[in-house]
C-alpha cells in the first residue's frame, strides 16, 4: 500500500531531473548556435564593409533605414548649399562583386555635383515604398537645415507591392513631435485627394500611437525579458534562432514549389493602387514644399528573366508616363542604361536589380546628366 | 495581461505562493483579489462594472429565493444583458436604423458613440444569467458574497470563458482546496499546452491569414481558400490555447473547469461539431435560449428547426455586432436544422460512405462558416464568396504567399490527420503511453522541446481571438 506513492514519487522527481536536462541542453545548443551565427554575420559585414573608409564622413544611411538616427547628422547643411538627397530601394546601396573603388550611386553623384555647389547624402532602404519616400520628404523639410533642393528618387515597379513604414522609421517618427503633426496634417490635407493613401497615413500614425503605448504597457515585459536572456540562452537566441526557422521555411517554400528570383509575382491591385497615390502625392506635396522631385524608372537587366508579369510592367509604365506628363516632371527610363556586363550574379542567377561598381557609377552619371538643368538650375556659371 | 506573456508567469507564479501559504480560511480572497488585480490590467476603469454585475447578481438571486410568490427573474436577465447592450450593440442598432433609414429614402446620418467595450463583458452577462435562472430554478445558491465575488471574478475565466455555470464549480469553491502534485503537474503541462497552441501554431498562422483578408484585397479563389482554411485552424489553435491556458490555471489553485473543446473537426455531423466547439457556449445556448423556447412551442413541435435557426442566430450576434456574425450564425442553425429533417437519413447512417461524408460536409460547412466569420463587412465576404465560386485569379495566389500556404498546408494536414487517428493511435500505443518509461523520460523530453519551441517563436504577446467578443 505504501510502495505506491513513493514509486510515483521517484517517476515525478526522474521526470523533472530529465526535463531540466533537457531543457538544459537545449539552452547550451542554443548559446553555441547564436554564438555561430553572430560569427557568420559579422564576417559577412566585415567583408563587405571592409572598402568603407572609417575615417571618411559618411554621405549616405550605410544602416539602410536600421539607425537613421545616427546619420541623420551627417546630412549636409542645406542652408549653406544646395541639397540633393536620393532616395529608393536596395539597388541605391548593394554592389555585387564589390570592389575598394565601388561607390554606390549617392556618393557619385555627390563626387559630380561637390564642386558645383550641389550636395547628395543617399538615404536607401530595402524594398522602400512610396509611402517611405513620402516619409523621407516630409523628414527632411521639417527643418531647414535638411531642406533639400532636389530629391532623386529610383522608382521601382515591384516595390509597389509593399506597403507599411517600416518599425525603424515609425521610432524615427515617434521622436519628432514636429515630424508627426506634418505627417497628420499631410493626411488631412489629401484626404479628398488621395483617400486610400491618407487613410494609410493615419492608420501609420495609429500604429505609432499603438506603439507608444504599448513600450509604456511592456516595460515589465520587457524587463523580464530581458532578465531571462541574461539566465536563459535559448531566449538571449530567440530571435536568431527564429530567423534561421524563417530562413529554412523560405527554403523550402523554394524548393517545393520550385520559386526562382525570376518566378512571376503578380502586382497585388490594392497595394498597387496605394503605391500609386503615394507616388502622386509625393510629386504634389514636393512641388507645394519647393524641393524638386527628380524620379527615374531604375534599371534592371535586360538578359535576367524578371518576375515581372509583362502586361503588368507594360501598364506600369504607360501609367508612370501619364504621372510625370500631367505633373510636369522629367519622363526617364533607365530601363535599359546598364549594360549585361555590370550586373552580378544572385542565387546562380543573373541579378536583374543589383549591379556592380560599374553600374553605379554608370547610372549616377545618368541621373547626373539627366537632371543636370534641375539640379544647377539658377546657379551662376552652371552648364546644364 | 496576456496569458502568453512573461508578466502573465510572474503573476500566476507570485499568487500561486501567495494562495497556498494564506491561511486556507483568506485564500479566496487572495485570488478574488488577484482577479480584481489582473482585470484592472486590461482597464481599471471597469472595475466598477465588474464589482456591480456581481453585486446585482448576488443580490437578486437572494431576493428571489426570499420571494416565495415567484419573484420574476427577468428583470435581473433584463439589467445584465442592458450592460451588455449598452456597451457591445448601441452603434450596430444605431447603425442598422440609419442604413434602414437610408434604404427607405431619408437621410438620417446616426451619430457613431465613442463606447469601449469592457473586456469579457460577453462572457460574465452570459455567466450572471445562468446564475439567476439556474436558482429561479432550484439550483442552491451561493451563500457568502465572497464565494460569489470568486465565482464572478475568477480571472481563469474571467475574459473569455468556460462559461461556468454555479452548479459546477459552488462546491470546489465553498470547499477546502488542497495543494497536490497531481493538480499542479496537470496544470503546468495544460498551460504549456496552450502556450504552444497559442505562440507555434495560432500566431504563427494569424499574418498569413489577414493577408487573405486584407481590407481593400482584391478577393482571389486561392486567397481565399488558404485564408479560410488558415482562419478555421488559427481560432481553433487560439481558442482552445485560451481555454488551456483557463483549464490549466484554475488547476494550479485545485480548480477543476469543464473541457470546452472536444476535437471540434472530427464532427461527423454539425450538431457534432458544436458538441465539440466551444462546448460551454453550446451548452448555454442550448439550456438558456433554445430549451426554453421550443419548451414554449412544444405543442407545435415543427417549430424546433426555426428555434435552432433562431438560437443560433442569437449565438451569432453574441459573437460580435456586425451583421457577418448574425450571418454565421444563421448559417450554422439552417444546417443543425436540415440535420434534423432533410439530412437526417445521411447523418444518422452509420455506413462507412454516410460517415465520411457526413464529416466533409460538416467540415464543408463550418469551413464556409468561417469565411463568414472572419470577413471584416458583408461586402468582403460577398467578394470572397464571389471570387470562389468564379475560381477568380491564376495559379498562383496573389495575397497570399507560398511560405504561407506551406504553413498553413502544413499545419492543416497535420491536425487532421491527428483529429481522424488521434484515439486509434492513443489505443494502439496504450501501453507505451502509459509506461513508466515513457512518463519519465519522454514525456519530460518532449515537453522540454515544446518549452523550447515556445521561447523560440515568441515573437511578441498576441491578444486571443475570442478577446474581441
Known sequence: ?384 | MIFTTYTYALFLASVFVVHWLAPARTRSWVLILASYGFYATWDWRYLALLLGVSLFNWTYARFVLARSDDAPVWPGIAVNLSALGYFKYTNFFVQTAGSLVHAAGGSWHPRIFDITLPLGVSFFTFQGVAYLIDVASGEAPFQSLRNFMLYKAFWPQLIAGPIIRPAEIREQIEGTRSLCYEDVSEGTRRILRGAFKKIVLADSLAPQVDLAFLANGTPHALDTIAGTIGFGLQIYFDFSAYSDFAIGSARLFGFRFPENFDWPYQARSPQDFWNRWHMTLSRWIRDYVFTPLSFATRAHPQWRPFWLIVAMGLCGLWHGAQWTFVLWGVWHGIFLAAQQTALKPLFSSTTRVAVVAGWLITMVVVFAGWLLFRAPSLAVATGHLKALFTLAGGRRPALVRENSVLIIAGIAILSVGAALTHSRIAALFKPVLESARTRTWLRPAFYACMLAAVIVLDQEAKAFVYFQF
Not at chain 1, 73 to 81: E, G, L, V
Not at chain 1, 213 to 223: D, I
Not at chain 1, 346 to 361: L, N, Q, T, V
Open chain 1, 1 to 384: 500500500m505504501t510502495a505506491k506513492p513513493d514509486n510515483s514519487d521517484k517517476l515525478a522527481h526522474r521526470g523533472a531531473i530529465v526535463f531540466l536536462g533537457v531543457f538544459t541542453l537545449l539552452n547550451v545548443l542554443a548559446f553555441f548556435a547564436q554564438r555561430h551565427m553572430q560569427a557568420v554575420d559579422k564576417a559577412g559585414r566585415a567583408l563587405y564593409a571592409r572598402f568603407d573608409d572609417p575615417r571618411e564622413t559618411p554621405r549616405r544611411d550605410t544602416s539602410t533605414a536600421e539607425h537613421l538616427e545616427q546619420y541623420w547628422r551627417f546630412i549636409p547643411d542645406a542652408r549653406t548649399q544646395r541639397l540633393a538627397i536620393v532616395v529608393g530601394m536596395s539597388q541605391m546601396y548593394w554592389i555585387n562583386d564589390r570592389a575598394s573603388v565601388d561607390r554606390t550611386i549617392s556618393e557619385w553623384i555627390d563626387d559630380a555635383y561637390q564642386s558645383k555647389g550641389v550636395r547628395a547624402f543617399g538615404l536607401a532602404a530595402p524594398n522602400l515604398d512610396n509611402e517611405e519616400a513620402l516619409f523621407y520628404l516630409l523628414a527632411t523639410t521639417v527643418a531647414p537645415e535638411t531642406h533639400p533642393y532636389a530629391m532623386v528618387y529610383g522608382v521601382c515597379f515591384d516595390k509597389f507591392r509593399n506597403t507599411d513604414i517600416r518599425p525603424t522609421l515609425q521610432s524615427f517618427l515617434l521622436r519628432r513631435p514636429d515630424l508627426l503633426r506634418d505627417w497628420k496634417r499631410i493626411a488631412e490635407r489629401y484626404s479628398g485627394r488621395y483617400p486610400q493613401a491618407a487613410e494609410k497615413m493615419l492608420g501609420t500614425l495609429r500604429d505609432i500611437e499603438a506603439a507608444r503605448n504599448k513600450v509604456a504597457e511592456q516595460s515589465l515585459e520587457s524587463r523580464l525579458r530581458d532578465r531571462l536572456a541574461a539566465a536563459l540562452p535559448i531566449v538571449a537566441a530567440r530571435r536568431d534562432l527564429n530567423g534561421k526557422l524563417l530562413q529554412i521555411l523560405f527554403d523550402l517554400r523554394n524548393f517545393v514549389f520550385n520559386i526562382k528570383a525570376s518566378t512571376k509575382r503578380p502586382i497585388i491591385g490594392a497595394r498597387y493602387d496605394l503605391n500609386r497615390q503615394f507616388l502622386e502625392m509625393l510629386a504634389d506635396e514636393a512641388r507645394a514644399r519647393n524641393v524638386k522631385l527628380l524620379p527615374y524608372i531604375i534599371p534592371l537587366n535586360t538578359l535576367a528573366e524578371t518576375p515581372y508579369v509583362t502586361s503588368e510592367y507594360e501598364g506600369f509604365k504607360a501609367w508612370y508616363a501619364e504621372f510625370t506628363k500631367a505633373r510636369g516632371l522629367r519622363f526617364v527610363n533607365f530601363e535599359n542604361l546598364v549594360p549585361a556586363a555590370e550586373w552580378g550574379l544572385s542565387s546562380g542567377e543573373p541579378d536583374f536589380k543589383h549591379f556592380s561598381g560599374a553600374g553605379h557609377k554608370r547610372t549616377a552619371a545618368a541621373v547626373g546628366e539627366a537632371f543636370a538643368a534641375d539640379l544647377l538650375e539658377g546657379m551662376q556659371g552652371a552648364a546644364p
